[in-house]
């Protein structure tokens, strides 16, 4: 049986659907999970649907979590959207449901759950959600919030379509969705906006950055420059991908201090495959935006000489 059937045979079978999706949520994770739970309501009104996962208030104009008693795993199917392993798993009753489904397109390093539908191709896991509601168009409905919610995960993934993995089915996918009703202009409009404070740690990330010879940007935003700004780390995300609107630069890299003083690292490339530093480092990822961490200033320099050394293969 191919994934669809097996995943839309399970979604028929259980009458409790509890959809999850990974901790510091992006707009693709909580857009596929709202996005397939808007479907399924749609759909099956008489199933009970869940999203749950810590409420990130940001997110809230794409959808609100529930917050559900334990009980209710009993019996239930739970669906992982966007999610690659285990541990990034938000909410860790995951796995007390009767049947366990990942949807995701990150690389399928760490496999988990009995039923895997996997395609690392694709955009991002709302693309995915979108192609199996079109699989089951004649089963299933597409609500204008579900439309919302996966095209505000198509733009969060692609970078409002800037991204290499954007694909001439990503933007027919795009297409179709304004066609449900997703509000295009406005989503891209939410997506791009940032608050004053992200407007000056902007002017902080262009200000400070350094470039190597092989063109790797690379700035840190220490724990001092985010409390003068009353930034929390969870809240740079907007920085991350402006030091690639530099012509020159060919991949970068942000090092976040975190409380404990370590490093979380966000590396981003237009080109080079930089995954292979991050999992160098206690991190993975896509070949073209990874994570990981560094200890201390020794390893930062230790990833930067990695990235300037995977773009010089590329010269
Ligand atoms: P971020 O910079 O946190 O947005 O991460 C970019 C991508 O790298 C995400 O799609 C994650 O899947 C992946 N990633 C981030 N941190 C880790 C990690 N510690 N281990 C594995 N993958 C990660």
Request: proline share 5%.
């Amino acid at each position: 049986m191919d994934n669809y059937s097996e995943i839309m045979q399970a979604i028929k079978k259980y009458s409790r659907i509890i959809i999850h999706r990974h901790q510091r949520p992006d707009p693709d994770a909580i857009g596929s999970q709202v996005g397939l739970a808007e479907i399924l309501r749609a759909s099956f009104p008489y199933k009970e649907i869940f999203v749950v996962g810590k409420d990130i208030p940001e997110f809230d104009w794409i959808g609100e979590m529930d917050e559900i008693d334990i009980q209710l795993y009993d019996d239930a199917l739970v669906i992982i959207t966007d999610t690659a392993n285990a541990p990034r798993i938000d909410d860790r009753r995951f796995n007390m449901g009767d049947k366990l489904i990942k949807i995701d397109h990150h690389p399928d390093d760490e496999p988990y759950g009995d039923v895997s539908w996997v395609d690392d191709q694709a955009s991002s896991c709302s693309e995915m959600i979108y192609r199996f509601y079109q699989h089951f168009a004649k089963q299933l409905k597409l609500p204008v919030k579900a439309a919302n919610a996966l095209f505000a995960g198509i733009v969060g993934d692609t970078g409002r379509f800037m991204y290499p993995a954007t694909t001439p089915q990503t933007m027919l996918v795009a297409g179709a969705l304004m066609a449900a009703g997703a509000d295009a202009a406005a989503v891209c409009r939410r997506e791009d906006a940032i608050t004053l404070p992200l407007a000056k740690l902007s002017a902080f990330v262009y200000q400070e950055m350094q470039i190597t010879d092989h063109n790797i940007a690379y700035v840190t935003l220490d724990k001092e420059t985010l409390s003068k700004l009353h930034l929390s780390e969870a809240e740079t995300s907007a920085v991350v991908p402006l030091p690639g609107k530099v012509a020159s630069v060919v991949a970068w890299v942000i090092f976040v201090q975190q409380e404990d003083g370590h490093y979380r690292v966000r590396l981003r490339s237009k080109g080079p495959a930089i995954n292979g530093v991050a999992k160098n480092h206690r991190g993975g990822g896509h070949p073209m935006a990874s994570g990981a961490k560094a200890v201390d200033n020794a390893e930062k320099k230790q990833i930067i000489n990695e990235l300037d050394e995977v773009a010089s293969q590329m010269d």
